[in-house]
């Protein structure tokens, strides 16, 4: 176990020791006796020297006396944990009150709007998946046969696929043919649109479209986006029993245009639609592809580089969308498992995070860098429902994610949430062997404790974290969000918050609270849950 001590009380109270404990009320769960129907107040004592994280477990109550015995200097926060997937706790619902004990009056951050990420990954205006239709009985393919093969300089027409019937007229500027693979051999297409290509005013060059095939797909083991991506979440097509679905051994295409015909100003670096895959689906390519964002993929300040900013984050987009491809068929089409937005967003953000070192390096291209400047100011919002409007879900995910992979294994937590074929926080749950409640409260422990450096337990999110699978190394950087602009939203007692469903609220009580004895009352709302954090 990962846990340094757990004690479960007995009596009228408890002291704790140690980096993470779990306490209980008056009553324990353990007991014989269950606590009487009139019985409202548990009582809890809990000693402060250390770093502590206290699970507070309220059992039925619906007020907890805590007493303190402060014995080092410690900051001190509570976070609230609304456990419910669908109500809110109203702010009258809960409170905070103490008979010899002053409330920090100052936040440690700004409390923020949300500032905006610039980018995306999923057009607003995709249409719905494709209805899939079962073959036989014995489950014979009448999907269409392989495409044809085709050579750069060919032409074709591509549904753009926005909420429209529109065409781009495109051309073939790359074939990377016949790549050995895991998977077996692999063809790879990249199209620019027409009015992209620089000999038609676009932006895009050859030497661009070279650099992203090159870092997609080549000869060569674990030393490129298809291996790193293949090797954690398995093939991206094959076989299915579906009569309208393409057969096996299709090409990759990548298609290069101004996804929404906004120019270098646009936010959505790229996206897949699982209807290209389809034989029937009405703006179909029936093509195994995805769209990248041409303008943003040739922005640079000065000369255009490999190693600028833009192409940083639009190599690491190709493991999102390739996420995204591999989903569908792995999931969708050979499972029956289709995984809920948000859990699909964040696999596709956890390979952006797991590739970011492996293409060059560093970790400059990884999400921490800019979804936690977002995620920082919207920490109060839901987990496990995605808005397709704004990037605020893509925020709240990638916080939550970072801290599922270097917790629980990093390119191994990604294979296994795979392996569990679920689609929800059921998922999540049978991967870490916690309910999904307790896993919001260590994860927003780890949070308020990243810029302690701590190297073990539950809460070490501020150190390097190394995964092996089959061979292939993954590196993951240490996260500490207090080195991020904005800094965490953390709110105080006399400004309570609304608890969105499936969400934490942060609250610091004191800073550098002084040695002695507190009494502090919490009146809890229904499915709320605290969590105290020292440090």
Same mark, same amino acid.
């Given at each position: 176990?990962?846990?340094?001590?757990?004690?479960?009380?007995?009596?009228?109270?408890?002291?704790?020791?140690?980096?993470?404990?779990?306490?209980?009320?008056?009553?324990?769960?353990?007991?014989?006796?269950?606590?009487?129907?009139?019985?409202?107040?548990?009582?809890?004592?809990?000693?402060?020297?250390?770093?502590?994280?206290?699970?507070?477990?309220?059992?039925?109550?619906?007020?907890?006396?805590?007493?303190?015995?402060?014995?080092?200097?410690?900051?001190?926060?509570?976070?609230?944990?609304?456990?419910?997937?669908?109500?809110?706790?109203?702010?009258?619902?809960?409170?905070?009150?103490?008979?010899?004990?002053?409330?920090?009056?100052?936040?440690?951050?700004?409390?923020?709007?949300?500032?905006?990420?610039?980018?995306?990954?999923?057009?607003?205006?995709?249409?719905?998946?494709?209805?899939?239709?079962?073959? =036989?009985?014995?489950?014979?393919?009448?999907? /269409? %046969?392989? +495409?044809?093969? @085709? &050579?750069?300089?060919?032409? !074709? #027409?591509?549904?753009?696929? =926005?909420?429209?019937?529109?065409?781009?007229? /495109? %051309?073939? +500027?790359?074939? @990377? &043919?016949?790549?050995?693979? !895991? #998977?077996?051999?692999?063809?790879?297409?990249?199209?620019?649109?027409?009015?992209?290509?620089?000999?038609?005013?676009? &932006?895009?060059?050859?030497?661009?479209?070279?650099?992203?095939?090159?870092?997609?797909?080549?000869?060569?083991?674990?030393?490129?986006?298809?291996?790193?991506?293949?090797?954690?979440?398995?093939?991206?097509?094959?076989?299915?029993?579906?009569?309208?679905?393409?057969?096996?051994?299709?090409?990759?295409?990548?298609?290069?245009?101004?996804?929404?015909?906004?120019?270098?100003?646009?936010?959505?670096?790229?996206?897949?639609?699982?209807?290209?895959?389809?034989?029937?689906?009405?703006?179909?390519?029936?093509?195994?592809?995805?769209?990248?964002?041409?303008?943003?993929?040739?922005?640079?300040?000065?000369?255009?580089?490999?190693?600028?900013?833009?192409?940083?984050?639009?190599?690491?987009?190709?493991?999102?969308?390739?996420?995204?491809?591999?989903?569908?068929?792995?999931?969708?089409?050979?499972?029956?498992?289709?995984?809920?937005?948000?859990?699909?967003?964040?696999?596709?953000?956890?390979?952006?995070?797991?590739?970011?070192?492996?293409?060059?390096?560093?970790?400059?291209?990884?999400?921490?860098?800019?979804?936690?400047?977002?995620?920082?100011?919207?920490?109060?919002?839901?987990?496990?429902?995605?808005?397709?409007?704004?990037?605020?879900?893509?925020?709240?995910?990638?916080?939550?994610?970072?801290?599922?992979?270097?917790?629980?294994?990093?390119?191994?937590?990604?294979?296994?949430?795979?392996?569990?074929?679920?689609?929800?926080?059921?998922?999540?749950?049978?991967?870490?062997?916690?309910?999904?409640?307790?896993?919001?409260?260590?994860?927003?422990?780890?949070?308020?404790?990243?810029?302690?450096?701590?190297?073990?337990?539950?809460?070490?999110?501020?150190?390097?974290?190394?995964?092996?699978?089959?061979?292939?190394?993954?590196?993951?950087?240490?996260?500490?969000?207090?080195?991020?602009?904005?800094?965490?939203?953390?709110?105080?007692?006399?400004?309570?918050?609304?608890?969105?469903?499936?969400?934490?609220?942060?609250?610091?009580?004191?800073?550098?609270?002084?040695?002695?004895?507190?009494?502090?009352?919490?009146?809890?709302?229904?499915?709320?849950?605290?969590?105290?954090?020292?440090?």
């Amino acid at each position: 176990m990962k846990l340094s001590r757990v004690f479960f009380a007995f009596g009228l109270s408890l002291t704790l020791y140690g980096c993470f404990s779990t306490i209980t009320g008056l009553f324990d769960s353990s007991s014989s006796s269950s606590p009487p129907a009139s019985t409202t107040v548990g009582e809890y004592s809990v000693v402060i020297d250390e770093t502590e994280v206290v699970l507070v477990d309220k059992k039925s109550y619906t007020s907890l006396n805590l007493q303190l015995r402060v014995q080092a200097k410690k900051s001190l926060y509570f976070i609230f944990t609304n456990t419910s997937s669908s109500s809110t706790v109203d702010k009258g619902s809960y409170s905070v009150s103490s008979d010899n004990f002053s409330f920090s009056t100052n936040v440690s951050s700004s409390v923020l709007e949300a500032n905006v990420s610039k980018y995306k990954f999923t057009s607003p205006n995709l249409p719905a998946p494709p209805k899939l239709l079962k073959g =036989s009985a014995n489950n014979t393919i009448f999907a /269409s %046969t392989l +495409r044809s093969s @085709v &050579s750069e300089g060919d032409a !074709d #027409n591509f549904y753009e696929v =926005s909420g429209t019937s529109q065409t781009l007229e /495109s %051309t073939c +500027r790359r074939v @990377v &043919s016949d790549v050995s693979t !895991d #998977n077996g051999n692999k063809t790879l297409n990249i199209w620019v649109a027409d009015n992209c290509w620089h000999a038609n005013n676009g &932006s895009i060059t050859q030497e661009m479209v070279d650099s992203m095939a090159n870092i997609f797909l080549k000869e060569g083991s674990d030393n490129d986006i298809y291996d790193w991506v293949t090797n954690i979440c398995g093939e991206e097509w094959g076989s299915s029993g579906y009569s309208n679905m393409l057969s096996s051994g299709q090409p990759i295409d990548i298609l290069l245009c101004d996804i929404e015909n906004d120019g270098d100003n646009g936010n959505t670096l790229g996206y897949f639609w699982s209807g290209n895959n389809s034989t029937t689906e009405e703006n179909s390519n029936q093509r195994i592809m995805f769209y990248m964002d041409a303008p943003i993929y040739a922005s640079a300040e000065g000369t255009w580089s490999v190693t600028g900013p833009n192409q940083r984050e639009q190599f690491t987009t190709l493991a999102h969308e390739f996420q995204h491809m591999i989903n569908y068929y792995q999931n969708t089409i050979k499972n029956d498992v289709e995984q809920e937005t948000w859990l699909d967003e964040l696999l596709a953000m956890s390979m952006e995070d797991l590739v970011a070192y492996k293409l060059y390096g560093d970790y400059n291209s990884s999400p921490y860098s800019s979804r936690f400047t977002e995620f920082n100011g919207c920490n109060f919002n839901s987990l496990g429902v995605w808005s397709s409007t704004g990037t605020v879900s893509y925020a709240m995910h990638y916080g939550f994610g970072s801290y599922l992979l270097r917790q629980y294994g990093g390119a191994k937590f990604v294979k296994r949430i795979y392996d569990s074929k679920k689609k929800s926080t059921d998922a999540v749950e049978a991967v870490t062997s916690e309910s999904f409640p307790t896993i919001m409260r260590y994860w927003g422990s780890a949070y308020l404790l990243s810029d302690q450096g701590l190297s073990n337990g539950y809460f070490a999110y501020n150190s390097f974290l190394t995964s092996t699978l089959n061979s292939m190394v993954y590196k993951l950087c240490p996260i500490n969000a207090f080195s991020i602009s904005p800094v965490p939203t953390i709110y105080v007692i006399g400004n309570l918050q609304n608890v969105n469903p499936r969400a934490n609220v942060y609250y610091k009580i004191a800073d550098n609270l002084a040695v002695g004895n507190y009494n502090i009352k919490v009146v809890l709302g229904s499915n709320l849950e605290l969590t105290i954090v020292a440090k």
